[in-house]
């Protein structure tokens, strides 16, 4: 005999129908009966998390990726090789290895700012004493080249040509007799 087909009523006890504010017919609010999901964590610029910008900022301030960790991370109860495991997995995240290279870019970008404005300010007191005629003594002079050499304003070079003209076979006679001086 086939089976008849049953109708379940589903009770209205257990979601109660509500109105346009979101309340039941009792009038409390529906959504603080329910559970409110917790907001994902915090984010920052570039969709890194707090905990991963602390991670960058401490491995910019020149800690090792296992001492940022523990900066960054409540890591007490963990051993020192999940520390380093978790570290080295958080510096390969994609977004944490993008900031650390933009933070390290930015971070030349205001050095080679910083020496460009030294340069022009040595450039300028030079041309103030060459061109103008102002009056320095050696020791102001001496600084100001100082300065610009470690700039890389002025480069010493000293360039040697070889003019004498040897055959193979006289450069393998001398390499031979210095190496019979070296050895014997």
């Known amino acids: 005999m086939p089976k008849k087909p049953t109708l379940t009523v589903v009770s209205n006890?257990?979601?109660?129908p509500t109105n346009r504010a979101g309340q039941d017919n009792t009038g409390t609010n529906q959504q603080t009966k329910q559970t409110r999901k917790k907001s994902g964590p915090s984010?920052?610029?570039?969709?890194?998390?707090?905990?991963?910008?602390?991670?960058?900022?401490?491995?910019?301030?020149?800690?090792?990726f296992s001492d940022a960790y523990r900066q960054a991370y409540q890591a007490q109860d963990m051993s020192p090789g999940a520390i380093h495991r978790e570290a080295c997995v958080l510096?390969?995240?994609?977004?944490?290895?993008?900031?650390?290279?933009?933070?390290?870019?930015?971070?030349?970008?205001?050095?080679?700012?910083?020496?460009?404005s030294r340069?022009?300010?040595?450039?300028?007191?030079?041309?103030e004493i060459g061109v103008q005629g102002k009056l320095a003594d050696?020791?102001?002079?001496?600084?100001?080249?100082?300065?610009?050499k470690t700039l890389g304003l002025f480069v010493d070079r000293v360039e040697t040509e070889d003019k004498t003209e040897r055959d193979p076979e006289v450069i393998r006679k001398e390499i031979e007799?210095?190496?019979?001086?070296?050895v014997g």
């Open 177 to 182: 007799a210095r190496l019979a001086r070296l």
């Open 119 to 127: 340069a022009e300010r040595v450039v300028e007191k030079l041309e």
């Open 13 to 16: 006890k257990l979601n109660p």
């Open 43 to 64: 984010r920052r610029t570039g969709g890194l998390t707090i905990k991963q910008q602390a991670f960058c900022d401490a491995v910019f301030a020149g800690n090792n």
């Open 138 to 148: 050696g020791t102001q002079v001496r600084a100001l080249e100082l300065l610009g």
């Open 91 to 116: 510096a390969k995240h994609p977004k944490v290895s993008g900031r650390l290279d933009q933070m390290w870019a930015e971070k030349e970008q205001e050095q080679r700012m910083r020496r460009l």
